[in-house]
């Protein structure tokens, strides 16, 4: 069964402290890795597609990257206005959606 | 603009009683997708279409309903027959078969008393 795994569930971070959020993921035949930012209360915002390991993309201060086992999504410098749930989600061969994890929390002091 | 379009925001229902949630896009997109999210869990696939007058059963379908009789409409039903209805409910599109990123409504909380 295709299973995707954030961590860590909760991160707090300094204003310009940079860290990772990870997804791990355990599918039979990835065909794109997403990545979106939730706020509070409402829809997912569409951030990046990665279709293969190796690949990397990047939107102002978050860049994500992909290898065979699992996605990071780099965040550097980050601000308050970063703050948000970031959920990690996979399409594989096998079905027409996609299976989400269940998010990790990012809150982001000045 | 073009965009995804949930109503209401806000649902309250007494318990025993069937409800229908909204859900409008004038993206001209193909697919169409209903997710249940609930606290510290991810979201979980309800329903989908991907042509208007067909949609398949997601993970979690039982005591809901669905219909696609237009492309741009997929209002789903929560009905008596679902056993903890509260949660916040989100409505995607994606455009077409050679597209994979879906895109999301802002969702509409519903609260069953």
């Known amino acids: 069964e295709d299973q995707v795994t954030q961590s860590p569930e909760a991160l707090r971070l300094q204003e310009g402290e940079s860290s990772s959020l990870n997804c791990s993921y355990t599918v039979s035949g990835l065909r794109g890795l997403f990545w979106y930012r939730q706020d509070p209360g409402k829809g997912p915002e569409f951030l990046f597609t990665l279709y293969s390991a190796g690949e990397e993309k990047e939107k102002e201060r978050l860049k994500a990257t992909l290898t065979k086992k699992e996605s990071f999504l780099h965040i550097t410098a980050p601000k308050p206005e970063d703050s948000a749930t970031y959920l990690c989600a996979v399409r594989t061969y096998n079905n027409n959606d996609m299976r989400f994890g269940a998010g990790t929390r990012l809150t982001v002091k000045p | 603009d073009g965009g995804i379009t949930q109503s209401p925001k806000y649902l309250f229902r007494k318990e025993g009683q069937n409800v229908t949630l909204s859900c409008e896009q004038n993206l001209n997109h193909d697919a169409m997708y209903w997710y249940r999210q609930d606290p510290g869990q991810g979201l979980r696939l309800i329903y989908y279409?991907?042509?208007?007058?067909?949609?398949q059963k997601g993970d979690i379908a039982e005591g809901y309903s669905v219909s696609r009789e237009k492309k741009e409409s997929f209002p789903l039903t929560v009905t008596s027959a679902q056993k903890n209805p509260t949660a916040f409910y989100l409505c995607?599109?994606?455009?077409?078969?050679?597209?994979?990123?879906?895109?999301f409504g802002p969702g509409t909380r519903l609260t069953v008393t």
């Open positions: 279409s991907q042509i208007v007058n067909d949609f």
């Open positions: 995607a599109s994606r455009k077409d078969a050679a597209s994979y990123e879906q895109y």
